[in-house]
């Protein structure tokens, strides 16, 4: 047991009777059941410990409830932050926003002074409170608070957290993959690529000089249609706003440096000057010691250009005619084969089947987002963001397990 490192559960308000929480509380006792973590505190600062079946529940799982009133947060190394979980069927439509509920937000704006947009075809359990704010007002160290979806990785440690907390990574992903895993890691997004797509020819050339285009100009570069983004047709030059009548119609942009350019689609912005001052603001959290590259595509030649890059790197290579679910086979490159109709598969067995989850069928980008936000867990994510290898999990079962308390979160 890493008595050492001593532990304590602090749950937020209006999360006590989270349906939740019994899932979680499995997460946090296995890894303390592996000797990850010392825990047997729980505590919360708006529950005085009154309800016999939350008291029978933390019983039966080896866990002891006191007021935090009577608790010496001195006592103890590291909190973990529980968020209380609320069943609204909304999700959060800009990823700024998850911020304010996940981990460190700078506005500190309550849950009722705000209302959110529901984003048609997800659901997602909006969380009730900042607990990390709560924590600050409280007098925890914010270097020890660790959110509790870190703790649903199942290589999760306290040596990759502290790793995490002095060196964190700056994903640059052509896609949406960097937002699902610094949620997973409850952080600041420590790369402004997030919620933008770029085709995998731009992101290979920006990959091999990232600081030049990054520190470029950032060019308003037109209207153009998402799905042919292939193609790089203009359908509207001047215009600053989405068609409503044509959904794949995006503001673009350019990141340009004095000889040369690239084009990346701002397609979760309404308009151009919505992207840009996220990205003004972003830009300045880059870690450039901690690049991260991730490309995820079905271009085999881009797929095998991108694995000459020397960054810490990752690479989902869609694969229709792959036999198996993954193809390991080139992992040293960074490279993982998935074939999609096989992933389609699996997930209607396992997740409609065994856990009464319904998860929506989208396209292989959705399932390789997915990788990041441990939906689909088969290779471990925080080993990848703290040494940059790619492992593949050696006892999928345990990491579905895991990763069950997670996924009820992004899909129940």
């Not at 069927?89 to 998850?98: H, M």
């Not at 030059?237 to 995006?250: A, H």
């Not at 790197?313 to 490159?333: A, T």
Request: proline share 4%.
């Amino acid at each position: 047991m890493n008595s050492e490192k001593k532990c304590l559960l602090y749950l937020a308000d209006n999360c006590i009777f989270s349906g939740l929480m019994d899932n979680y509380l499995d997460v946090v006792c296995m890894h303390r059941n592996n000797g990850v973590i010392d825990i047997t505190t729980v505590t919360s600062n708006f529950y005085n410990g009154n309800s016999d079946y939350f008291n029978r529940l933390l019983d039966t799982k080896g866990l002891k409830f006191i007021p935090f009133k009577d608790i010496d947060i001195k006592e103890f190394d590291y909190f973990i932050a529980y968020y209380g979980m609320s069943k609204y069927p909304s999700v959060l439509s800009e990823e700024e926003y998850i911020r304010k509920f996940i981990i460190n937000s700078i506005n500190n704006i309550p849950l009722d002074e705000k209302v959110y947009n529901c984003k048609q075809g997800y659901n997602i359990f909006l969380l009730s409170i900042n607990a990390h704010n709560e924590m600050l007002y409280y007098g925890f160290d914010e270097r020890k608070i660790i959110p509790c979806t870190l703790l649903c990785n199942p290589d999760f440690s306290i040596d990759n957290f502290e790793k995490l907390q002095r060196n964190p990574p700056s994903i640059i992903a052509n896609n949406c993959y960097g937002r699902y895993s610094y949620f997973v890691l409850g952080t600041h997004f420590y790369s402004p690529f997030v919620n933008i797509t770029l085709n995998s020819k731009e992101h290979i050339k920006l990959l091999k000089n990232p600081k030049k285009f990054i520190t470029g100009r950032l060019v308003f570069a037109g209207m153009r249609d998402l799905s042919q983004r292939d193609i790089d047709d203009i359908v509207e030059k001047e215009s600053n706003s989405t068609s409503e009548i044509k959904p794949n119609i995006v503001p673009t942009a350019y990141l340009e440096s004095d000889d040369d350019r690239v084009l990346i689609y701002c397609n979760h912005y309404k308009t151009f000057d919505d992207f840009e001052r996220v990205w003004i603001k972003r830009k300045e959290r880059i870690n450039y010691d901690n690049l991260i590259a991730v490309l995820i595509t079905q271009n085999f030649d881009d797929a095998y250009e991108f694995s000459k890059l020397s960054c810490r790197k990752l690479c989902f290579l869609h694969d229709p005619k792959n036999p198996d679910l993954l193809d390991v086979r080139e992992i040293d490159k960074g490279i993982v084969k998935f074939n999609y109709d096989i992933f389609k598969s699996f997930y209607k067995d396992y997740y409609t089947k065994r856990l009464g989850i319904s998860i929506p069928e989208n396209d292989y980008f959705t399932v390789a987002n997915n990788f990041g936000m441990r939906s689909f867990p088969f290779f471990h994510l925080l080993e990848f963001l703290t040494e940059g290898r790619v492992v593949i999990t050696d006892d999928i079962n345990k990491d579905l397990l895991i990763s069950t308390y997670l996924t009820k979160t992004i899909w129940d």
